[in-house]
């Protein structure tokens, strides 16, 4: 989804548990790595990095730094030159994707999951946010391109992100992500405090992928310098929080 929302754009993913860790788009792979992996270099140890391009040598290098702990690189292809460097960390696991089918591939838009004593089916969540377009404006001031460009790109890590979420960054990477938790505003200070591994809040957009209950993570937000807001209205105090 990234790659048709900024085509043309390296984009590098690192997962930790199933989930993103960091995330960054870039003009070259290297570019991407080296911004992903900056956002929060202590979560992003022993992740899953993937690439939406080819792995050539100097990303390759840049995987097997001896400072880095990386299980698994998954991209479309490698040079010859990667493959011989990415060799000599002996416990990293290397995977080619597949070729995509020239004709898109049927999906019912269903997801199984295994429960005790049976299956649970359920549709499966596709965001339609792809551009400023699909975007409402409810504030008094309106965002920037820049910040509504960062709210999409915010909006579809969230989406991938396990509830309660909140993803924080800006228009080419994530800075930080708070996931699985109890209440939104643990996700929101979670976020927070993890991007101060790294790049920080200040003139972050924010994503949450369900509704406030409460204005108290606006406030957080605000506090830290965040500047804008994307999560789907819902609440009773709706109007409170905007």
Request: include cysteine; aromatic fraction near 8%; charge should be negative.
């Given at each position: 989804?990234?790659?048709?929302i900024r085509p043309g754009k390296s984009v590098c993913v690192l997962i930790k548990h199933e989930m993103p860790s960091g995330v960054a788009l870039g003009d070259t792979a290297e570019e991407a790595f080296d911004r992903a992996w900056g956002s929060?270099?202590?979560?992003?140890?022993?992740?899953?990095?993937?690439?939406?391009?080819?792995?050539?040598?100097?990303?390759?290098?840049?995987?097997?730094?001896?400072?880095?702990?990386?299980?698994?690189?998954?991209?479309?292809?490698?040079?010859?030159?990667?493959?011989?460097?990415?060799?000599?960390?002996?416990?990293?696991?290397?995977?080619?994707?597949?070729?995509?089918?020239?004709?898109?591939?049927?999906?019912?838009?269903?997801?199984?999951?295994?429960?005790?004593?049976?299956?649970?089916?359920?549709?499966?969540?596709?965001?339609?946010?792809?551009?400023?377009?699909?975007?409402?404006?409810?504030?008094?001031?309106?965002?920037?391109?820049?910040?509504?460009?960062?709210?999409?790109?915010?909006?579809?890590?969230?989406?991938?992100?396990?509830?309660?979420?909140?993803?924080?960054?800006?228009?080419?990477?994530?800075?930080?992500?708070?996931?699985?938790?109890?209440?939104?505003?643990?996700?929101?200070?979670?976020?927070?405090?993890?991007?101060?591994?790294?790049?920080?809040?200040?003139?972050?957009?924010?994503?949450?992928?369900?509704?406030?209950?409460?204005?108290?993570?606006?406030?957080?937000?605000?506090?830290?310098?965040?500047?804008?807001?994307?999560?789907?209205?819902?609440?009773?105090?709706?109007?409170?929080?905007?």
């Amino acid at each position: 989804k990234l790659t048709e929302i900024r085509p043309g754009k390296s984009v590098c993913v690192l997962i930790k548990h199933e989930m993103p860790s960091g995330v960054a788009l870039g003009d070259t792979a290297e570019e991407a790595f080296d911004r992903a992996w900056g956002s929060d270099a202590l979560s992003n140890f022993g992740s899953v990095d993937v690439f939406n391009g080819p792995v050539g040598e100097p990303l390759a290098r840049r995987l097997v730094e001896s400072t880095r702990n990386i299980e698994v690189v998954y991209a479309p292809g490698f040079e010859p030159e990667a493959l011989e460097v990415l060799a000599t960390r002996k416990t990293l696991r290397v995977v080619r994707m597949g070729a995509f089918p020239e004709e898109p591939a049927l999906d019912t838009g269903w997801e199984i999951k295994r429960v005790a004593g049976g299956l649970l089916v359920q549709q499966r969540f596709d965001s339609r946010i792809r551009s400023a377009a699909d975007v409402d404006i409810v504030s008094n001031r309106r965002p920037s391109a820049e910040e509504i460009e960062a709210a999409v790109f915010m909006w579809i890590i969230a989406y991938f992100t396990r509830s309660n979420a909140v993803v924080i960054g800006d228009r080419d990477k994530v800075r930080g992500i708070g996931s699985g938790q109890r209440s939104r505003i643990d996700a929101a200070d979670c976020a927070i405090r993890f991007s101060r591994r790294g790049y920080g809040p200040e003139g972050c957009v924010l994503a949450s992928d369900a509704f406030m209950p409460f204005p108290d993570v606006v406030e957080l937000a605000a506090q830290n310098g965040i500047t804008a807001i994307i999560y789907p209205l819902g609440s009773i105090r709706d109007q409170e929080v905007i």
